[in-house]
């Protein structure tokens, strides 16, 4: 009854948000893709919602082909579709076989899995623990997505991969490289072999700079002592658009995309007269009303507050401090990871965790003698794969 309720009220199910993900990237993508079922033989993976491009030059089609497979991962309120203005030109470039873009657990076109089992933070935890334990939430992302990236009817074993991660996608790439590097060899036959992951990119990534210790606090003002306390009782934008219903919301999610990212085509690229706003506006309305799930993430892994510097978003468990480098160089030695490059566009909102993240960087070279990098695309904001997707790629690319 409720499912049904659901569906009148917003207009939307898992066949309208997947049927908009297909209209966007066959309409704006000139590469064709195929969806999972066309990829794995087995429903193992059957939660995660991917989508896999393959370049068509003839070193990419080589059956022994030892080009590299990009796997993009987009960030919070996001979706796979979001990176249609990169797939041409990475496959273009000669440089790499395949782009799958992936949708995290929760997100996106993948499964939504009721609260109980979602990564939902207790209203109370702030009660009775200063630091909750963001384990079992970074588990809830992080194992199916191992589990991908283990795969053999996906992945040949050893096969070069460049993991792209976004915003929140980006958090989480660098946590789960973290963690295939502290883990300990194991003597087992039957474990699937660690993916090769030669290069990270974290694009306008949160979490470099450690959220502020109390003593560093400063008083908020109070509009945004309330945005708080709605963050912690868990009210996401996801939620407040589902209470809209199907027009009013519509209308605020494409208005709100047209402001944030004011350069998005507004003229006809369709037979029906759709622009490049319109699809990418119906796609976002029906990834936001989709049930609540992995969105809880905004609380439990992430907080806003604010010191001296000003306001921001940080993560409960940095990347910073010292801590990506010390997971890095526990097993550096075996390692295949060959670089990490850290994006921020030119006005990303996101840009204070650059001074942190130039630090941490820096602490891994000298380490693990990785090539470790911070660099700044210009014209960008923290959408930079779509403010500036020339640069963005070709930071991608380069070595």
């Known amino acids: ?204 990534p949160v979490g470099f700079q450690p959220l502020p210790s109390p003593h560093e606090l400063v008083p908020l003002p109070f509009a945004l002592r309330l945005f708080k306390a709605l963050w912690i009782a868990n009210w996401t934008p996801q939620a407040i658009v589902r209470l809209m219903g199907s027009s009013r919301g519509k209308r605020s999610v494409k208005h709100v995309l047209h402001r944030r990212i004011p350069h998005l085509n507004v003229n006809s690229v369709t037979d029906d007269g759709q622009s490049e706003l319109d699809l990418l506006s119906e796609y976002l309305y029906h990834i936001t009303v989709a049930p609540a799930s992995g969105e809880y993430a905004m609380n439990s892994l992430l907080e806003p507050s604010a010191n001296k510097n000003g306001i921001g978003i940080f993560a409960l468990e940095s990347l910073g401090s010292g801590s990506m480098a010390d997971a890095i160089s526990t097993k550096h030695r075996s390692s295949s990871l060959e670089s990490i490059k850290v994006l921020y566009g030119d006005h990303d909102w996101m840009k204070f965790h650059e001074p942190m993240a130039r630090q941490e960087m820096q602490e891994i070279l000298s380490k693990c003698s990785i090539r470790s990098s911070v660099q700044i695309v210009p014209n960008a904001g923290h959408h930079l794969y779509l403010d500036n997707p020339d640069i963005f790629n070709r930071q991608i690319l380069e070595d």
């Open 1 to 204: 009854m409720w499912w049904f309720v659901r569906k009148w009220w917003t207009e939307s199910d898992p066949s309208l948000l997947l049927h908009s993900e297909n209209r966007l990237l066959s309409s704006l993508v000139n590469h064709p893709f195929r969806k999972p079922d066309e990829i794995i033989s087995d429903d193992k993976h059957a939660g995660l919602n991917l989508v896999e491009f393959r370049a068509r030059h003839a070193e990419a089609t080589a059956p022994n082909s030892s080009l590299p497979t990009i796997v993009m991962a987009h960030g919070f309120g996001s979706g796979l579709s979001f990176f249609y203005r990169n797939i041409d030109h990475l496959l273009n470039s000669g440089k790499v076989k395949r782009v799958i873009l992936v949708d995290w657990l929760g997100m996106g076109g993948s499964t939504r899995l009721p609260s109980g089992q979602s990564p939902i933070r207790s209203i109370f935890s702030n009660l009775f623990t200063s630091s909750p334990d963001v384990f079992p939430h970074l588990n809830f992302f992080l194992d199916p997505f191992d589990s991908l990236l283990r795969d053999k009817n996906l992945f040949v074993p050893g096969e070069p991969i460049w993991l792209v991660g976004h915003s929140l996608g980006g958090y989480l790439a660098a946590k789960y490289v973290m963690r295939i590097h502290e883990e300990e060899k194991s003597t087992s036959n039957s474990m699937p072999q660690q993916p090769n992951i030669t290069k990270l990119v974290l694009a306008s």
